[in-house]
């Protein structure tokens, strides 16, 4: 039996979203649908009942991330804001008159940079800061302990905030931009200035390249699994298999939704192995790993996808675009 | 850099000059200008200098070198970021000048244009504008290798604090100048007060813009403001004393006629690869044999950017030409290599 290829597509369970101004993140933050703005506003609430949280007034929000129970933004007035599901934003730090460059979040404890200032704040509210050789770009706390990564130039540097002495630097020449751990703790990847990623295994800092990306890579997504690191920066998501003890070495990756457009952003689903994927040219499409089947979410337009985020469960997918366009998709049964 | 959203593409001035040259009078005389505009200011040495402006950024100058193997490509990776941020506030401010330090090579900023996707999407280099202190700008041309080449870089240059020299004092400094870098428009100034149209949306690294490429030996007297200056006339041509700079030249080479593509190609490539290092400014205006529009390019040390421009006019002369501002730059093998790709 063959099946006729047919169009399938979820668009018409899309229920258009006006946020106003660029969508820098979007996620569920108590299980109610938020967008950070980059007008400084945060939208959180259901359709018909949201509200416009002004947690940096008169600013620009540079970066925002969510862990499901809190949304913590920086802003381009030097603060940071952590807002939960109540909609109410709380100032976690004000660093006066600079940028907040970089944001990671884990159980309660927060990290920001301002330049090359990082700072940690633990779950008692006890904030040390470290400064690192140059800017810090990227924030990650490894998903054990407190420690966090801190990539800059020529490398990753690891610091226990709670332990004196020189963190441990990974490194890597060029120019260090976005971290991230794998779930479960083994590998630390870093996209670069100069269009790949680079990662370490962590139990002896083996190198690992990933090259071959057009563009820059700012958007990384692990699998409910951890088995796999979904990519943006080509004209595919680009998904490197890290379930083996070497990680992605001498494998090749996959590639999902392949298109003669950017990717710009992915989410993998948190209980399935698809991942949702945004283009420069406003498509938004689910893509199955296992046959690289497409469900189509949004067609293009608008200019690019830049925020995507699951809800806990994986039944609602929130998107935002650079041009203040933004969707919340409640998938059918 | 030439597609249609160009126009859309927030302009950036990039200030440099030595230190003590005028860069910040320089600043504060654009952004306090009736002009209208909303600047975004990057500044280094943040909050030290007063400057009242709404939107002031604090910069690191961190210069990094980009694994691409070429060796002298190195971007400022904070203007990178800051440019990034900036683009959060879009439709907030019309234009963004860089001020670099005294010791700043321009060369990093210039790069970081030909370098990165996402500046190169969201920005567009206007010009670098050098201010220079006619005072002393001749002693720091021997001693100080960083303001050498922030002349030889630069489209524009503002001869500042004039009325501390001496006529013959400034024509020595401007001859000095124009041995270093024949090509940058060249402004007299006190205070730094010079037109801003003079400064600002210049172009210089626009391909389109690119018309001609003639030493620039007209020197407007931007003080004397009623006495308007259309470029027809050559008044301060005469008593220009020449001067030749040891290390840092120009290099201008003309072929009266269409270049062969298929070896004018691999020469500029070779050139540029070869001597790349040394050389800070390039820029040509090329008839390739069959096509009927010019060929244009630009580019900064070993990165290149070309393109088709406009037609031909019918009573133009198809000639070719190319220029090289650079540091001991191997002028005859340049002259030769370029005529040999006569078609």
Redesign the interface.
């Known amino acids: 039996m063959t099946e006729a290829p047919q169009a399938t597509t979820l668009a018409q369970h899309v229920r258009p979203l006006e946020a106003g101004a660029?969508v820098?993140a979007a996620a569920f933050v108590g299980g109610a649908p938020a967008l950070a703005l980059?007008d400084g506003a945060v939208l959180i609430g259901e359709p018909d009942e949201q509200k416009r949280v002004f947690a940096h007034p008169d600013a620009?929000?540079?970066t925002a991330i969510s862990d499901g129970k809190t949304l913590l933004t920086g802003g381009?007035d030097g603060r940071v804001a952590a807002i939960g599901g109540d909609a109410v934003a709380h100032t976690i730090a004000d660093e006066k008159?600079?940028?907040i460059?970089a944001l990671a979040l884990r159980g309660g404890s927060y990290a920001w940079s301002a330049?090359?200032q990082v700072s940690a704040r633990d779950e008692n509210g006890t904030v040390r800061t470290w400064s690192a050789p140059?800017?810090a770009?990227g924030l990650a706390f490894q998903p054990k302990g407190y420690r966090l990564a801190v990539t800059h130039?020529n490398g990753v540097s690891l610091w226990f905030p709670k332990v004196e002495g020189p963190p441990q630097t990974l490194e890597w020449?060029?120019?260090h931009l976005d971290a991230t751990f794998s779930p479960d703790g083994r590998f630390l990847v870093s996209s670069m200035?100069?269009n790949a990623l680079h990662g370490w295994r962590l139990a002896d800092s083996r190198n690992m390249r990933m090259t071959g990306y057009p563009?820059?890579t700012r958007s990384m997504s692990w699998s409910h699994d951890g088995a796999w690191l979904a990519t943006s920066g080509a004209e595919a998501a680009i998904v490197w298999p890290f379930k083996d003890k070497d990680g992605p070495m001498g494998k090749a990756p996959r590639e999902c939704g392949v298109r003669e457009a950017r990717v710009t952003k992915v989410a993998f689903h948190p209980r399935a192995l698809v991942a949702a994927i945004g283009y420069a040219d406003g498509l938004l499409l689910l893509c199955r790993l296992a046959d690289a089947a497409e469900i189509l979410v949004r067609s293009p337009g608008g200019g690019p996808v830049s925020a995507l985020g699951w809800d806990a469960a994986g039944a609602r997918l929130i998107f935002g675009l650079e041009s203040g366009e933004a969707g919340f998709l409640n998938l059918p049964g | 850099m030439t597609e249609s959203r160009e126009a859309e593409k927030i302009p950036v001035t990039v200030l440099t000059g030595y230190l003590g040259a005028g860069k910040t009078t320089l600043l504060n005389r654009i952004l306090s200008e009736p002009h209208g505009k909303r600047y975004a200011v990057v500044v280094n040495e943040?909050?030290e200098i007063g400057i009242d402006n709404e939107l002031v950024?604090?910069a690191?100058e961190?210069v990094?070198?980009?694994?691409?193997g070429c060796i002298c490509c190195t971007?400022r990776?904070?203007l990178?970021?800051i440019i990034e941020?900036l683009m959060?506030?879009?439709g907030r401010f019309d234009a963004i000048i860089v001020e670099t330090t005294g010791l700043a090579d321009p060369a990093p900023v210039a790069q970081t244009f030909f370098v990165?996707?996402?500046v190169q999407k969201a920005a567009r280099l206007d010009a670098v504008v050098t201010v220079a202190d006619a005072k002393w700008l001749a002693a720091r041309l021997r001693d100080a290798p960083e303001a050498k080449n922030q002349i030889a870089f630069a489209d524009v240059i503002i001869i500042n604090k004039t009325d501390l020299v001496t006529p013959g004092e400034l024509r020595e400094v401007e001859a000095r100048i124009r041995a270093i870098n024949p090509y940058a428009s060249l402004h007299r100034a006190n205070k730094c007060d010079v037109k801003l149209a003079d400064v600002l949306e210049r172009r210089a690294f626009d391909l389109d813009r690119i018309l001609d490429i003639e030493p620039d030996f007209l020197v407007a007297e931007d003080h004397d403001h009623d006495h308007d200056h259309d470029h027809g006339h050559s008044h301060s041509h005469h008593g220009l004393k020449h001067y030749h700079d040891e290390d840092m030249q120009s290099v201008a080479v003309v072929l009266d006629g269409d270049v062969d593509p298929a070896k004018f190609m691999p020469w500029i490539s070779r050139v540029t690869q070869e001597q790349g290092p040394n050389i800070l400014r390039c820029k040509g205006i090329v008839a390739m044999k069959g096509d009927p529009k010019r060929f244009v390019f630009q580019g900064v040390h070993m990165m290149l950017d070309g393109d088709s421009q406009r037609e031909w006019k019918p009573d133009e002369r198809r000639e070719s030409k190319v220029v090289f501002i650079g540091r001991n730059l191997e002028e005859e093998d340049i002259r030769k290599g370029f005529l040999a790709c006569a078609a």
């Open positions: 660029e820098v980059a620009a929000i540079l381009d008159g600079r940028w460059d330049g090359k140059t800017t770009r130039y020449k060029g120019a200035q100069e563009g820059k | 943040f909050g950024i604090g690191d961190e990094f070198e980009m694994n691409n971007v990776g904070d990178i970021r941020g959060k506030r879009k990165d996707e996402d």
